[in-house]
């Protein structure tokens, strides 16, 4: 079955960096678009970014734009999300997304990042 597994959140200072790991299996990965979402403490899920199926292209959300990064390692079945100079309105449960080549859609348990000093 699809599983997703997002990784590497903490706390970081603002102005830090912080890389998040989505590990995704039951599914054949390169083939496949991928997709970060987050979700602020009360506030709804916000798409932040999408790549394509080989990591040609990405297209982002215009809060994060500039300043995180997404990229995927076929080989690894992982998808990665660079965030740099983060905010403190950065802070929410990271989520990585795919439909796995399907009308279905799949996530991942989430990812909690906190951005304080």
């Known amino acids: 079955q699809v599983q997703l597994v997002e990784s590497g959140g903490g706390l970081v200072q603002p102005g830090g960096s912080l890389r998040l790991s989505c590990a995704a299996s039951?599914?054949?990965?390169?083939?496949?678009?991928m997709r970060w979402y987050r979700q602020a403490p009360g506030a709804e899920r916000k798409l932040i970014g999408i790549?394509?199926?080989?990591?040609?292209?990405?297209n982002y959300a215009d809060s994060v734009k500039g300043r995180f990064i997404i990229s995927r390692d076929n080989a690894k079945n992982t998808m990665y999300l660079q965030m740099n100079s983060v905010k403190t309105e950065d802070t929410a449960v990271y989520y990585c997304?795919?439909?796995?080549?399907?009308?279905?859609?799949?996530w991942g348990q989430g990812t909690q990042v906190t951005v304080s000093s």
């Open positions: 997304y795919t439909n796995a080549g399907s009308s279905l859609g799949y």
């Open positions: 039951g599914f054949t990965f390169s083939t496949s678009a």
């Open positions: 790549i394509t199926s080989a990591g040609i292209s990405a």
